[in-house]
């Protein structure tokens, strides 16, 4: 399958669906590997042409999975080479700012439409850097655990995250460590995390989610994954780490996030709920008293909220940076015509 | 002290080879060679079984008979012995007495010979993989003798599961009748006995139904109580009740209501230890200061406590309660006659209790809403008020209640919700704390494993690796009382931080 | 122009435009380069300087003139106008001065649609005083059909907060004006509060009428968010480390500083540190407050 990687997004849509492609990193690489394919076979003729394919292919996505913003992120990162190497290639250089507001003669902004030789190739040769970098990212951020990581430090984690697991295994390498796993009920996938971790030789300690405050006082670090990032340095998160977080701030204990550069979305959120909930029977099984169900208003939101003052770094493939400096990799990765699609 | 004085011996003579040229190995190993005995098929007769058989070395006997059970002992936790030198002392004397007067038979002495082998066999293995038990093991060994004079019957001891223990949690492991296999006990009344059942297997949660079980076992055992010949009612009732109470201990610590009662109970006791009345008399008196008590700490209390939410409650609002408890069911059952609310039920992962409660607030009509704690941060934006119980109040401010009301009064607190602890003012206590983990209660591992609402299992069912991941499953946690807008006791409205004034005022009013 | 000619333009502006009297200064500032016979460059920038030190000199809100004159100052030196006739150079500032007066008008409407995208139905909003960036986003919203809730502060001592009822309920928005001191009791019950801005700081701060700061602290500890609409000619290069930090212009009307003692007198104005402003919304985008000196970084240096 991965071998034809097809020319309409919509097998990939399916795939994600029906949970076959779930790890975040590949999907990644899969909507990498299809914007080449469009590059290199659709018919288009200008930068324009070529961002309203693009374009259109965003709408599609977010009207089929809209609360799934991988794809989304790098189709509006790859318009953005697009603007980037067309300017290149006119030596042009536009960018929203109060300094671009004075300085530019503006009737000329944000018109790609003129033809430019070699720009296909130039993009191609950029979408290729662009690819390694998405296949190195989990392995440029594991690499950093030893600065972060040190010997006989208690770490907390929350449910499964294929970046916090290579992260971890990399620092058990050269210090020996204790892992708290909370289970995050109702997915329980904290348990294959710590069986995973266990295999490793890393000592793992699975705690019910209600224990975290409890435990809390004796961790020196927190360390997750998240869904997504919002522009401000909000998390879009598994349900259950808003309260993490709050402990880990009563405690005074580090949180650290461990996140990609194509996670990061630049929208903002107005309110605290994502209005996205899973099936109840994961929470309260029907076979427990079918009329007490059937009376019962039953609660199970997919993610949670944690506002950007309870977050202490953010480790990228780049490095670490603070909540507040997240503005400026967003604007770096994404043109600002291109926030609202 | 004759144990103390053994044990230097003993301890020099590992080393050492004794008088006949024989180190303590080979003399042992003669010795169950030698064997025949009584009918008692326990592990630890048998291995005192050689020792008895000759009566000439009985003192050799004995000493070697400790110096052995010391040495395996030893091995896993060398202050144990010195900790408990009385009771085994007084185990020891007895043993020797009732083996000296047991007759042995050739068939036996062959049974035992194998039994013996196993026994050491399972021994090695059992010691190669606690190692690190250190405590409780020894524990069990000394434990596992009932004090009495009656002819004993010793059990089998079953082997234990091998214990994943969680270092952090270390001193929070102690051995209970639960994961002991079965034992025999005496001189204890059989309510305390079936009550115990009840406590181990957590049939009976919750401060005020073990408090109310445990005081209505308190009434039979008065009702049934004989005072032995020569003896005062008050003193030798008292010494009965330590010895349930102590059985009891041993199958669940004992939550802080009940170990109040009790008290209460025996300086009652006391008390009326110093009147004239006759035995008939006083035992009536007795059952009515534990009714009494009952009455007014926990059911008069509890209404008193109801009203006084039931006025702060407003039609349409939202109250948000955490798992399962008595007073906080009442309080919303009897609101709910004049007041229209919805209630969020967040349940916690240790006991599931929140589906009890659940069941009992949808059976009463309410208007109910139910979720996992990861949900609490959800839920918590549309919540008016927070209600929770609380197993007992410390000291310095802090609430002890079921693992998780921290978690949520922390997140109640975070969106400025009031935070309202419900509990009777018979739950204080002098104890402070300032985190969950210097003293908590261990629950059972196995309920993080098992998950009902997965159709597959998890998969730290079957971890095949040198370091399985160990569960940890915490029974109660602490709030600090930043977080706590108001305690509801029968006295009122109090902030967390009034605890010590009313321990300082109630005993007082008695 | 003179003295009494730049004023009356000013103020004939302020008047009869519903403008922001930064925009009026800029207005006032490219009326004049029209006008005047100065032949070089440094005299022309002389001259602004004094007919902004003029505007700054009247009984208007100085923070939004200083700022927007500071901006087109350097607008003026950042246009490429070495080697060209001077009379060249004026027609190019002033189509330069129109695009940007134009740019800066239609921010405006930017503004307001980031902004009513944080407004959903059955939000109640707190806002302070009169703010046309808070009422343009309320005017929006109310086009997209939400439905939403209004609380404005009196705002004494001009109580301007009156006037911003009067226009609302005009826009149809229903409104409640409550007394400066009730603000900690309403806000429990409020989900954001919205203000304008009359000057931006470097810091990510804000300078606003008087009360502002107050409105802050009480959100922070209620934990609700707190908006600032801010076009960006209002960015300045202000640092202030604490209330007594602020220029006094900004504090005081001229006539004020002229006549009384100081200390004894109301401020107009207060300064909000960035940590209790939750996001600055502008024509250059959303910004949390530590993105205000990246923009303020990129144009001065």
């Not at chain 2, 001891?157 to 952090?168: D, H, T, Y």
């Not at chain 3, 700054?56 to 500071?70: K, L, N, Q």
């Not at chain 3, 226009?167 to 954001?192: H, N, Q, R, V, W």
Request: hydrophobic share 40%; glycine share 4%.
């Amino acid at each position: 399958m991965s071998e034809a990687v097809p020319i309409d997004f919509s097998y990939i849509i399916d795939e994600i669906r029906s949970g076959t492609l779930s790890q975040s990193n590949e999907v990644a690489l899969k909507t990498e590997e299809f914007v080449e394919r469009i590059i290199a076979e659709k018919d288009w003729k200008n930068a324009q042409e070529l961002m309203n394919l693009i374009k259109a292919e965003i709408k599609l996505i977010s009207e089929a999975l809209p609360l799934h913003t991988i794809s989304t992120n790098i189709l509006r990162h790859v318009l953005n080479i697009i603007r980037e190497e067309y300017d290149i290639g006119f030596k042009s250089h536009v960018e929203q700012s109060l300094h671009q507001m004075m300085t530019s003669d503006s009737d000329a902004m944000g018109d790609y439409s003129k033809m430019l030789d070699g720009l296909k190739t130039s993009i191609i040769d950029h979408l290729s850097e662009y690819k390694t970098e998405l296949e190195t990212s989990i392995d440029n951020i594991a690499a950093q655990a030893t600065d972060h990581i040190y010997t006989n430090e208690i770490i907390l984690t929350f449910g499964q995250s294929n970046t916090v697991e290579q992260f971890l295994k990399a620092a058990s390498r050269t210090h020996s460590f204790q892992v708290i796993v909370a289970e995050n009920a109702p997915s329980y996938n904290g348990h294959s995390m710590a069986v995973s971790l266990a295999n490793h030789n890393i000592q793992t300690t699975v705690i019910s989610d209600t224990a975290i405050f409890s435990v809390m006082s004796r961790v020196n670090k927190v360390i997750i994954g998240v869904h997504s990032v919002m522009a401000n340095g909000a998390l879009k998160t598994a349900c259950g780490v808003h309260a993490v977080a709050l402990a880990a701030k009563h405690y005074s204990v580090p949180v650290m996030v461990l996140t990609h550069l194509y996670k990061l979305s630049p929208t903002y959120v107005s309110s605290y709920s994502f209005d996205a909930c899973s099936s109840p029977a994961s929470v309260l099984p029907y076979s427990f008293a079918g009329d007490i169900v059937s009376r019962t208003n039953i609660i199970n939101p997919m993610f949670d909220y944690v506002p950007p003052e309870l977050v202490t770094l953010f480790i990228t493939y780049q490095g670490g940076n603070a909540p507040s400096y997240i503005y400026r990799l967003l604007s770096e990765l994404y043109h600002p015509d291109d926030h609202e699609l | 002290m004759m144990k103390e004085n053994s044990t230097a011996p003993k301890n020099e003579k590992k080393e050492k080879v004794g008088a006949d040229g024989l180190t303590k190995k080979e003399r042992r190993a003669l010795k169950v060679a030698e064997k025949g005995a009584p009918d008692t098929p326990n592990v630890k007769d048998v291995k005192k079984q050689p020792a008895v058989q000759k009566p000439s070395n009985i003192s050799d006997a004995s000493v070697s008979k400790k110096e052995r059970r010391a040495l395996k002992v030893n091995q896993k936790a060398p202050n144990n012995i010195s900790a408990k030198p009385t009771e085994v002392t007084k185990e020891e004397s007895k043993e020797a007495d009732v083996n000296e007067g047991k007759s042995k038979a050739l068939l036996r002495a062959e049974r035992r010979e194998i039994q013996e082998k196993q026994r050491l066999a399972k021994l090695a293995a059992k010691e190669n993989s606690l190692k690190k038990d250190a405590e409780p093991s020894g524990d069990t060994k000394n434990k596992i003798k009932p004090v009495s004079r009656s002819p004993r019957k010793y059990k089998k001891e079953l082997p234990k599961e091998s214990q994943k223990k969680v270092r952090l949690f270390n001193h929070l492991y102690c051995e209970t009748l639960n994961n002991r296999g079965t034992c025999i006990i005496n001189n204890v009344h059989p309510t305390f006995i079936a009550l115990g059942e009840q406590y181990s297997s957590k049939t009976i949660i919750g401060s005020n139904a073990r408090c109310l079980a445990l005081l209505a076992a308190l009434k039979d055992l008065i009702r049934d109580f004989v005072t032995p010949p020569k003896q005062e009612l008050c003193r030798s009732l008292e010494s009965s009740l330590n010895e349930s109470v102590k059985h009891l201990q041993k199958c669940r610590k004992f939550a802080v209501s009940m170990n109040n009662a009790i008290r209460h109970f025996k300086v009652h006791l006391t008390q009326l230890n110093s009147t004239d009345l006759s035995d008939a008399d006083k035992k009536c008196k007795l059952q009515d200061v534990v009714d009494v008590y009952v009455s007014n700490e926990i059911f008069t209390a509890a209404t008193s406590i109801s009203d006084q939410v039931k006025a702060k409650i407003s039609n349409n609002d939202v109250i948000v309660t955490y798992g399962c408890s008595s007073l906080i069911k009442k309080i919303l059952i009897d609101s709910h006659q004049d007041k229209k609310f919805k209630v969020v039920v967040i349940e916690g992962r240790g006991l599931l209790e929140g589906r009890e409660m659940l069941r009992q607030l949808v059976n009463a009509g309410i208007d109910c809403s139910y979720c996992l704690i990861n949900s609490a941060t959800f839920v918590m934006n549309k919540a008016n008020k927070v209600l929770l119980g609380a197993h007992s109040l410390l000291a310095n401010g802090s609430v002890m209640a079921r693992n998780g009301s921290a978690q949520i009064a922390l997140i109640a607190h975070s969106h400025n919700k009031p935070v309202l602890v419900c509990c009777e003012t018979y739950k204080f206590c002098e104890r402070v704390q300032v985190d969950s983990i210097v003293y908590n209660e261990l629950g059972d591992p196995n309920k993080i494993l098992n998950i009902d609402t997965a159709e597959e299992e998890s998969p730290l069912r079957s971890v095949s690796s040198k370091t399985p991941p160990e569960s940890v499953n915490l029974m109660y946690d602490v709030t600090p009382p930043d977080f706590v807008t108001a305690v509801v006791t029968e006295l009122g409205f109090l902030p967390c931080t009034s605890v010590p004034v009313v321990l300082r005022i109630k005993p007082v009013k008695e | 122009m003179d003295e009494a000619e730049i004023r009356a333009t000013f103020s004939k502006i302020i008047k009869t435009e519903d403008v922001s009297p930064g925009i009026a200064a800029i207005k006032t500032l490219m009326q004049m380069v029209k006008v005047s016979d100065v032949t070089t460059l440094q005299e022309l920038r002389k001259t602004m300087t004094i007919a902004t030190d003029y505007m700054r000199d009247m009984d208007y809100p100085a923070a939004s003139i200083s700022s927007s004159s500071e901006l087109l100052l350097r607008f003026i030196s950042l246009a490429s106008l070495d080697g060209v006739a001077f009379s060249e150079c004026k027609r190019i500032m002033i189509d330069r001065g129109q695009m940007f007066l134009k740019k800066l008008l239609d921010g405006r409407g930017k503004i307001a649609k980031s902004a009513s995208k944080f407004i959903l139905d059955g939000s109640r909003i707190l806002t302070h005083s009169r703010s046309r960036g808070v009422l343009y986003a309320l005017k929006e919203a109310m086009g997209q059909d939400k439905k939403f809730e209004v609380f404005v502060t009196h705002s004494a001592p001009d109580n301007s907060g009156e006037l911003m009822k009067k226009e609302l309920d005009k826009a149809g928005i229903p409104s409640t004006l409550i007394l400066d001191s009730a603000i900690g009791y309403i806000m429990e019950t409020i989900d954001f509060v919205m203000v304008g801005a009359e000057g931006v700081a470097e810091s990510g701060g804000i300078v606003n009428k008087i009360g502002t700061f107050t409105i802050a602290m009480c959100a922070k500890e209620m934990k609700k968010p707190f908006y600032v609409m801010a076009e960006s000619f209002k960015f300045s290069r202000l640092f202030p480390l604490g209330q007594s930090d602020l220029p006094l212009d900004y504090k005081y009307t001229s006539s004020v500083r002229k006549n009384m003692i100081l200390d004894k007198e109301d401020p107009l104005v207060d300064y909000t540190p960035p940590n209790y402003i939750t996001l600055l919304i502008t024509d250059i985008g959303i910004l949390t407050p530590s993105g205000v000196s990246d923009e303020l970084i990129k144009l001065y240096i």
